[in-house]
């Protein structure tokens, strides 16, 4: 049985069909979206009441599921879709990479991290693993920690870093703070694992720091 609000739904995807997603506000896109996980209410309402409680179209989509279903209204389904469209995006994001083999400088490496990294809330660190020759033999997520803080240690990479056979390697972490200069702790570890690594004849190649859209690379900072 139709209901009060088809006319209208069908009135906003017409805008976005025609239109496109640069005609909507943030506001007529989470609208839009939830279309398709509550059929039967003003999801008007809820839109608002997603922007209103996180702050910004980005903000919700980062937000974790239950905190999404903390807004009256929001339940399982529509918070499962709004991190599905956040998976979407990442997936698109990182894409390219698949089509990468070699990484030749830290400017590769850069550019390889940062989509894979800028979006993250948390601090998450990768581990690639190089042959002599530069080539990828993989690119591992080997930690996830919490906000401001990952949990990784020298043995951890350097007992992947082997069992990969990789001649080089490539540490890559994010600050989720924005902040794209080394810690002393970041600065301990690189040394560290430089030296652990030596041991084994495997080459610490760079340590990327991404920071939003920015990285920073330990190589060319002289860190390294």
């Known amino acids: 049985m139709p209901t009060v609000h088809d006319g209208h739904r069908e009135r906003v995807k017409e805008q976005f069909a025609v239109y496109g997603g640069e005609s909507m506000t943030d506001i007529q896109y989470f609208e839009m979206l939830l279309f398709y996980a509550i059929p039967r209410r003003d999801t008007n309402e809820l839109a608002h009441a997603l922007l209103e409680r996180f702050g910004s ?55 390889y991290f940062l989509p894979i990294l800028q979006y993250e809330t948390i601090e998450k660190a990768y581990l690639m693993c190089l042959d002599k020759n530069d080539a990828i033999i993989s690119c591992t997520e080997i930690s996830s920690g919490i906000q401001g803080a990952v949990n990784v240690t020298i043995r951890q990479i350097v007992d992947t870093a082997v069992r990969r056979c990789a001649a ?29 690594l030596r041991l084994m004849e495997i080459k610490l190649r760079d340590h990327i720091l991404v920071a939003g859209k920015t990285y920073v690379s330990f190589a060319q900072f002289g860190f390294l």
Do not use: Q
Request: glycine share 8%; proline share 6%.
């Open 57 to 111: 179209l980005r903000a919700v989509l980062d937000a974790d599921p239950a905190e999404l279903r903390s807004v009256k209204g929001i339940g399982e389904n529509a918070a499962l879709l709004i991190k599905t469209v956040r998976e979407g995006m990442r997936r698109y994001m990182v894409e390219p990479n698949r089509e990468i083999r070699y990484i030749f400088s830290s400017s590769d490496a850069g550019r």
């Open 168 to 196: 080089k390697v490539i540490l890559a972490h994010n600050h989720p703070s924005g902040n794209p200069y080394p810690s002393a702790e970041d600065k301990l570890l690189t040394d560290g694992l430089k030296k652990a």
